[in-house]
């Protein structure tokens, strides 16, 4: 039987060479490949050749994470329950010094290495350190165990003392190795913990690299919101701060009221959509672990999460981030249902309930995993569950126990959700025509001008108007779109409905220039948007149907100044060759008080705009010369109360409409007398 071929190319039958056989001679490249050409790093060595792969780079952004791999250190000293205080204090010559009143670094001499002692070995080793098992740390800032030896090994020079028993310690290393040996320092009383000072190496991150102190104190600062009670103290030579602002010579940092203190803080001044935050901490409750978050809704929409594990930032999110979110949407979905509007909800994902969320977030776990050296990304499974179980029941709480921001907050949710789905039907909408030439609306009689400058479209009610507005207008910049009775009203109605109307996707056609943040100005076809209805109940409630649809819809065409109300007149009056026209009932007194003097006037009301003939309806409501007209325009100094007197007028809930009536009923009575 034919042997098979191996991967070499010989038999599989083939016997393999020995170890010790001599290569054939004058194989190309082998012979100058030998165990000689085998190099072996020992030490930290390898962080020297390679940095980018402990700490990301060499950067300006892997420079600061030095000093981020020190103050994790102190403050799992801190989050242990063994350390009150935390300072930093930068100095010149590019010195930093962080200082914790923890249990100091252990100082004896290590079991597997008798000839160290435990401090040489953390600094001098890679994954060495106190928090690989679960007795040192319940929860620490990560189990790499490279981290103040990744800083020892990219310094120029590393003090590291310790305080413990009574007894201070001192030893000095350069770019990883020990520069001296430990020295007893004597007695000292009233001192404990860890005090490192460290300068970067300027071989590594360049000569001009320089740890800068607005970044410094502002990762300080973080430390200190992060966990509620410690104290940190900072400290910075006037030197160096020539040319920053907001960084001041000392300052020491302790808010009780950790993340909830810091979002207050970082929001300060911004318009909220919710007036209190939702904010809280959670401790597990089998075994070590603790959730801490700090919740709120900006006006402007302008949303961030902050997210950090084991006191450790995670720019990049992860698993606790996840939790979050999930633990949000079910908890406003569970709100939905409660006050019925389950239906208005169902398209709502958890992008839209974050959209204008500023979040913080603050997990503690045992043995967290990252994705990355640096640990920009928590990848631990439990964390997810952990966040969700711990955020869930109190989100239900806060909703319930704040009515009124709880449906602020549901009402713009929907809103984001609608707003995506519009912009999807839109985009497939373009998508699909994008070859096609524009059709317009067929009951749309438009201007012959093609530029938007000095167009006009006005809207009108019905067919009988519209005909009179046609022979009444100038066809070079005035165009006609007469629609049929009342509109949907948008402020009740969900997406579904919206989209199937076929009136306002008509109105969007003419228009051109899409719906809320796929609003486009350049596209907008005309520069004016006149609502021409009756002077009477129901042209005003047309028009207040209009007026919801483009505040609800395309709030930038009335930002921009486009959107007008029209102003035809409810009376003919006639007295011999005189012929004036009244708005209004008020009006009509006036003029015949002031014009005719009480003669003998005849009135004529009208019914509607169809009555009117088309140079009457030119000369009082469509002539730029001589007619009067609204322009609509957003309160922007208080945006909250008009969008909430628009849902309480316009919305869903009657209840509310019932109390304005209810409320303004004796001015009702009035203008009716």
């Given at each position: 039987m034919a042997s098979k071929p191996d991967l070499f190319g010989g038999a599989a039958a083939r016997k393999p060479a020995k170890a010790t056989a001599p290569l054939p001679k004058g194989t190309p490249g082998e012979a100058g490949y030998t165990a000689a050409d085998i190099e072996v790093l020992e030490g930290l060595e390898p962080v020297r050749r390679r940095p980018?792969?402990?700490?990301?780079?060499?950067?300006?952004?892997?420079?600061?994470?030095?000093?981020?791999?020190?103050?994790?250190?102190?403050?799992?000293?801190?989050?242990?329950?063994?350390?009150?205080f935390i300072a930093v204090e930068m100095e010149p010559?590019?010195?930093?010094?962080?200082?914790?009143?923890?249990?100091?670094?252990?100082?004896?001499?290590?079991?597997?290495?008798?000839?160290?002692?435990a401090l040489e070995v953390i600094l001098t080793t890679l994954h060495s350190g106190g928090k690989f098992g679960s007795k040192a740390y319940s929860t620490s800032g990560g189990l790499h165990g490279v981290g103040v030896s990744v800083v020892n090994a990219l310094s120029e020079v590393l003090e590291v003392e310790v305080a413990r028993g009574q007894r201070l310690y001192r030893?000095?290393?350069?770019?990883?190795?020990?520069?001296?040996?430990?020295?007893?320092?004597?007695?000292?009383?009233?001192?404990?913990?860890?005090?490192?000072?460290?300068?970067?190496?300027?071989?590594?991150?360049?000569?001009?690299?320089?740890?800068?102190?607005?970044?410094?104190?502002?990762?300080?600062?973080?430390?200190?919101?992060?966990?509620?009670?410690?104290?940190?103290?900072?400290q910075c030579a006037p030197e160096l701060l020539a040319g920053v602002d907001n960084v001041p010579e000392k300052e020491t940092f302790k808010f009780p009221g950790g993340l909830k203190d810091y979002l207050a803080a970082t929001v300060e001044g911004r318009p909220m959509l919710t007036s209190d935050f939702f904010a809280g901490k959670v401790e597990a409750d089998n075994g070590p672990g603790a959730v801490e978050w700090a919740i709120g809704w900006a006006e402007d929409g302008d949303a961030f999460t902050h997210s950090y594990c084991n006191t450790i930032p995670t720019p990049d999110g992860g698993?606790?981030?996840?939790?979050?979110?999930?633990?949000?949407?079910?908890?406003?979905?569970?709100?939905?249902?409660?006050?019925?509007?389950?239906?208005?909800?169902k398209d709502v994902v958890a992008d839209d309930v974050t959209a204008g969320c500023v979040s913080l977030l603050s997990v503690f776990i045992r043995e967290p995993e990252f994705q990355g050296q640096t640990k920009e990304r928590l990848s631990s499974s439990e964390a997810t569950r952990l966040v969700e179980t711990a955020i869930r029941d109190p989100f239900d709480h806060w909703l319930a126990n704040s009515p009124t921001q709880a449906r602020r907050l549901l009402d713009r949710v929907i809103e984001r959700a609608e707003d995506r789905m519009r912009r999807r039907a839109e985009k497939e909408t373009l998508r699909k025509t994008a070859t096609r030439k524009l059709r317009l609306p067929g009951k749309l009689a438009d201007c012959t001008q093609d530029t938007a400058a000095g167009a006009e479209l006005f809207i009108v009610e019905g067919d009988s108007a519209g005909g009179s507005a046609k022979q009444a207008r100038a066809r070079q910049n005035q165009a006609i779109l007469p629609l049929r009775g009342k509109i949907l009203n948008v402020a009740n109605a969900g997406v579904d409905k919206l989209a199937q109307n076929q009136q306002l996707a008509d109105l969007l056609l003419a228009l051109g220039c899409g719906t809320k943040s796929s609003y486009r100005e350049e596209d907008l076809r005309y520069e004016k948007i006149v609502i021409m209805t009756d002077a009477d109940v129901d042209g005003a409630h047309i028009a207040s149907l209009l007026v919801t649809y483009f505040y609800r819809?395309?709030?930038?065409?009335?930002?921009?100044?486009?959107?007008?109300?029209?102003?035809?007149?409810?009376?003919?009056?006639t007295h011999g060759a005189t012929t004036v026209y009244a708005r209004d009932d008020a009006e009509r007194e006036k003029l015949l008080a002031t014009t005719f003097k009480n003669k003998k006037v005849d009135i004529g009301r009208f019914k509607g705009l169809g009555e009117m003939m088309p140079q009457q309806l030119r000369e009082t409501t469509m002539d730029p010369k001589k007619r009067t007209m609204l322009r609509v325009e957003i309160a922007e100094d208080d945006e909250i109360e008009t969008r909430d007197t628009v849902e309480r007028l316009m919305g869903s809930k009657a209840e509310a409409r019932f109390r304005f009536i209810q409320e303004h009923a004796p001015f009702a009575g009035e203008l009716d007398v």
């Open positions: 980018g792969m402990y700490i990301g780079g060499t950067d300006e952004k892997a420079l600061h994470h030095l000093f981020a791999e020190v103050i994790d250190n102190a403050m799992d000293e801190a989050v242990a329950g063994h350390a009150t010559g590019g010195y930093l010094t962080v200082t914790d009143n923890g249990r100091g670094i252990p100082v004896d001499p290590h079991p597997k290495f008798p000839d160290k002692s030893q000095t290393f350069s770019r990883g190795a020990p520069a001296t040996e430990l020295e007893d320092a004597g007695t000292v009383h009233n001192r404990r913990g860890t005090r490192v000072r460290f300068k970067p190496d300027a071989l590594i991150f360049g000569v001009g690299a320089h740890l800068k102190p607005q970044r410094i104190f502002t990762m300080t600062r973080a430390k200190a919101y992060l966990f509620a009670g410690i104290e940190v103290r900072w698993t606790h981030e996840n939790g979050l979110r999930a633990a949000l949407l079910r908890g406003l979905r569970s709100y939905a249902d409660l006050t019925n509007q389950g239906k208005r909800f819809e395309i709030p930038g065409l009335i930002r921009g100044g486009h959107l007008y109300l029209a102003v035809p007149p409810l009376y003919r009056m």
